[in-house]
């Protein structure tokens, strides 16, 4: 078990000099009396099992050393106070004495201040009671040591993990060298070197619009219709594309594609024509093409070498015939005025329709049970021969065809079905091909071949414009 620690201590008492008298030597004349030699080995002999602390509250008990010398004893009162504080400091044993403090008997009266006076002829000894250890000298505050202490391992504490926190910040850094052991680490104040430099504000300048790519598609049918798209950075701001001048319609937009629809043009137009792109403002976008000759030229391209590149104002694409709708503008060309009644049964007077159906057979569409014609027998299907049927049955095909009215007029091309409603009633009363499409600034304007009104290329605004009514399509696939 640990030594329990004596919460009070007594000085050596006086000498009985009664005894004295009888013969008993000094040790016996007092049981608290504690040899000199003693108290000045004590502190080596007596091991502490916890490091003591100096004990500011004590006082000697003086003495009479003319007394001390008669006796030739020296009591543990007369004991010089330097030397016995000397003596402690540097055993180190200051506050807890077990052989002298547990010898002390326990008593908790207070001493007299004023010492006893001694009989004559006897030496004078002058009680001492040393203070309890919660009693203040002299009216000293308690010792701050803990205090002081306490504070110092904060202070030390916090220094420590700042310390440590910039050194591992430190070996965190990419470039942060490794440490020896042994090796000191110098942390820098970043926050004052910091201060010194200059945050300069770098604007970023926005370069606007520009195209990486080439089209997707290089050649489509001079009939349009086709949708092309492009690639590049900040596409969400081009406002306009225009194919061979002419407007083209976008499709989809984003900051890395952009998707339009090329529009069709005439059949004598083939070829390759300029697609050029504009921002918001009119602003030409420009186009940057990768440049192939080095890669020609047999120059071999590392993986980290660049391509260059050369910056357009426009790209290429090319109109190219459609055989299937070259072979229907083709019969409508040739038999507007003819009416091939050696093929097909002619409807005097209403024969619209049945000739529009006949330009799609030449541009290959098949005969089903919702659309036919029978050449042995001449019967037909409503579709085929009623401008109101074959809207009806187009109606339910989307696989053959897309419905568009006359707001959409940009999307339509060359072999597109367009009908007629002369009265405003609903139904349809005219049915021919389109042969024709052209976009300008003012718009798109279209022309019509067929029968009944038996024409080659009559403008579908003139048509309406004497015969009122209203015009929608069938864009064909």
Same mark, same amino acid.
């Given at each position: 078990?640990?030594?329990?620690?004596?919460?009070?201590? +007594?000085?050596?008492?006086?000498?009985?000099?009664?005894?004295?008298?009888?013969?008993?030597?000094?040790?016996?004349?007092?049981?608290?009396?504690?040899?000199?030699?003693?108290?000045? #080995?004590?502190?080596?002999?007596?091991?502490?099992?916890?490091?003591?602390?100096?004990?500011?509250?004590?006082?000697?008990?003086?003495?009479?050393?003319?007394?001390?010398?008669?006796?030739?004893?020296?009591?543990?009162?007369?004991?010089?106070?330097?030397?016995?504080?000397?003596?402690?400091?540097? /055993?180190?044993?200051?506050?807890?004495?077990?052989?002298?403090?547990?010898?002390?008997?326990?008593?908790?009266?207070?001493?007299?201040?004023?010492?006893?006076?001694?009989?004559?002829?006897?030496?004078?000894?002058?009680?001492?009671?040393? +203070?309890? @250890?919660?009693?203040?000298? @002299?009216? @000293?505050?308690?010792?701050?040591?803990?205090?002081?202490?306490?504070?110092?391992?904060?202070?030390?504490?916090?220094?420590?993990?700042?310390?440590?926190?910039?050194?591992?910040?430190?070996?965190?850094?990419?470039?942060?060298?490794?440490?020896?052991?042994?090796?000191?680490?110098?942390? !820098?104040?970043?926050?004052?070197?910091?201060?010194?430099?200059?945050?300069?504000? #770098?604007?970023?300048?926005?370069?606007?619009?520009?195209?990486?790519?080439?089209?997707?598609?290089?050649?489509?049918?001079?009939?349009?219709?086709?949708?092309?798209?492009?690639?590049?950075?900040?596409?969400?701001?081009?406002?306009?594309?225009?194919?061979?001048?002419?407007?083209?319609?976008?499709?989809?937009?984003?900051?890395?594609?952009?998707?339009?629809?090329?529009?069709?043009?005439?059949?004598?137009?083939?070829?390759?024509?300029?697609?050029?792109?504009?921002?918001?403002?009119?602003?030409?976008?420009?186009?940057?093409?990768?440049?192939? /000759?080095?890669?020609?030229?047999?120059?071999?391209?590392?993986?980290?070498?660049?391509?260059?590149?050369?910056?357009?104002?426009?790209?290429?694409?090319?109109?190219?015939?459609?055989?299937?709708?070259?072979?229907?503008?083709?019969?409508?060309?040739?038999?507007?005025?003819?009416?091939?009644?050696?093929?097909?049964?002619?409807?005097?007077?209403?024969?619209?329709?049945?000739?529009?159906?006949?330009?799609?057979?030449?541009? %290959?569409?098949?005969?089903?049970?919702?659309?036919y014609y029978d050449r042995a027998t001449g019967a037909m299907s409503p579709s085929w021969?009623?401008?109101?049927?074959?809207?009806?049955?187009?109606? #339910?095909?989307?696989?053959?065809?897309?419905?568009?009215?006359?707001?959409?007029?940009?999307?339509? !091309?060359?072999?597109?079905?367009?009908?007629?409603?002369?009265?405003?009633?609903?139904?349809?009363?005219?049915?021919?091909?389109?042969?024709?499409?052209?976009?300008?600034?003012?718009?798109?304007?279209?022309?019509?071949?067929?029968?009944?009104?038996?024409?080659?290329?009559?403008?579908?605004?003139?048509?309406?414009?004497?015969? %009122?009514?209203?015009?929608?399509?069938?864009?064909? @696939?």
């Amino acid at each position: 078990m640990p030594e329990r620690r004596r919460s009070t201590f +007594r000085a050596p008492g006086a000498i009985d000099a009664a005894l004295l008298a009888e013969g008993a030597t000094p040790e016996e004349a007092t049981s608290t009396a504690v040899d000199a030699e003693e108290l000045a #080995t004590a502190p080596e002999a007596v091991e502490p099992s916890a490091p003591a602390r100096r004990r500011r509250g004590f006082r000697a008990a003086p003495t009479d050393a003319g007394s001390a010398a008669d006796v030739g004893e020296t009591p543990v009162g007369a004991v010089d106070s330097d030397a016995h504080e000397a003596a402690v400091v540097e /055993s180190g044993t200051a506050e807890h004495r077990p052989d002298v403090a547990d010898a002390a008997p326990e008593s908790s009266t207070p001493v007299d201040p004023e010492p006893e006076a001694a009989p004559a002829g006897e030496p004078a000894a002058r009680h001492h009671q040393p +203070r309890h @250890r919660a009693d203040h000298v @002299r009216n @000293r505050r308690p010792s701050g040591g803990a205090r002081r202490f306490a504070a110092l391992s904060c202070t030390t504490a916090i220094l420590g993990v700042s310390a440590f926190g910039a050194v591992a910040a430190a070996a965190d850094a990419p470039d942060a060298p490794s440490l020896l052991a042994g090796e000191t680490v110098t942390v !820098k104040d970043t926050v004052a070197a910091g201060a010194a430099d200059e945050i300069v504000s #770098t604007p970023v300048v926005d370069d606007g619009p520009t195209i990486t790519s080439g089209l997707s598609t290089a050649s489509v049918p001079f009939t349009g219709g086709t949708q092309i798209t492009v690639t590049g950075e900040d596409l969400d701001q081009v406002g306009t594309v225009s194919v061979a001048g002419v407007p083209a319609t976008i499709v989809a937009a984003d900051e890395s594609a952009v998707t339009f629809a090329v529009p069709a043009t005439t059949a004598d137009a083939l070829g390759g024509v300029e697609v050029k792109f504009a921002d918001a403002s009119g602003e030409a976008v420009p186009v940057e093409e990768t440049v192939t /000759s080095i890669a020609a030229a047999g120059v071999e391209l590392s993986a980290t070498t660049v391509e260059p590149t050369e910056q357009l104002d426009a790209l290429t694409l090319t109109y190219t015939s459609n055989p299937a709708i070259d072979a229907q503008l083709g019969y409508v060309l040739a038999h507007w005025s003819d009416y091939n009644s050696a093929e097909y049964t002619v409807l005097s007077g209403v024969d619209c329709a049945n000739f529009a159906s006949q330009s799609l057979i030449a541009r %290959g569409w098949a005969m089903d049970a919702g659309w036919y014609y029978d050449r042995a027998t001449g019967a037909m299907s409503p579709s085929w021969s009623s401008s109101t049927a074959m809207r009806d049955w187009l109606s #339910t095909r989307p696989d053959l065809a897309t419905p568009l009215d006359d707001s959409q007029r940009g999307l339509v !091309k060359v072999g597109d079905i367009a009908q007629f409603d002369w009265d405003g009633s609903g139904d349809r009363d005219h049915t021919a091909v389109v042969t024709r499409v052209e976009h300008s600034a003012n718009g798109t304007s279209v022309w019509v071949g067929g029968h009944t009104k038996d024409a080659d290329y009559w403008n579908v605004d003139e048509a309406l414009a004497t015969g %009122g009514g209203a015009v929608t399509y069938f864009s064909l @696939r």
